[in-house]
């Protein structure tokens, strides 16, 4: 079966460091691009970036970039959304998700159960 | 910057009516489209790819359309687990959404 199984959830306080992660299984994990996508509570889905994880070619949305770090360790078929010093502004629930074809425009079609990170002092 | 607007925002229908939401770029996309269903507290589910190419093992009562900067996404019959919200997608955008609800 093919699946992403995401981190638990995260209760942090403004300023700490965080990285969780998308484990997949069941597929070639070098060969799907792997994105991120956040949905703050109540609010819409927003497009983060994208992995490959065969040679960890990355792409940001211009308003994510800077803000978080998106890699993957193909040794252990693992992509990682990570910041360096979260704002309470981040809290929200994160979803890794699989392209389905090769090109970046492809549609998702395997998701993670996501990760919800909560930032409070 | 490729912008992608979404409506209505928001409906209500009968069941078995048939529901059309629309998606617009701002720019040519060509095909690059694709719709999300999403219910509350679950992650989102793939149903169209490419503007209008159903996902495997997903209901025939949807279906999508368009190419270039129009693009609709049609549930033929609404049903009570259809009640979700709905999303298109072109490369690195989501659409704000449509919640759809049973009038």
Known sequence: EVQL?????????????LKISCK????????????WVRQMPGKGLEWMGIIYPGDSD????????????????????????????????????????????PTTGSGMDVWGQGTTVTVSS | ?????????????????????????SQDISNRLNWYQQKPGKAPKLLIYDASNLETRVTSRFSGSGSGTDFTF?????????IATYYCQKYDSFGPGTKVEIK
């Open chain 2, 74 to 82: 049609t549930i033929n019959s609404l049903q009570p687990e259809d």
């Open chain 1, 58 to 101: 990355t792409s940001y949305s211009p308003s994510f970039q800077g803000q978080v770090t998106i890699s993957a360790d193909k040794s252990i078929t693992t992509a990682y959304l990570q910041w360096s010093s979260l704002k309470a502004s981040d809290s929200a629930m994160y979803y890794c998700a699989r392209l389905k074809g």
């Open chain 2, 1 to 25: 910057d490729i912008q992608m607007t979404q409506s209505p925002s928001s409906l209500s229908a009968s069941v078995g009516d048939r529901v059309t939401i629309t998606c617009q770029a």
């Open chain 1, 24 to 35: 997949g299984s069941g597929y070639s994990f070098t060969n799907f691009w792997i994105g």
């Open chain 1, 5 to 17: 199984v995401q981190s638990g959830a995260e209760v942090k306080k403004p300023g700490e460091p």
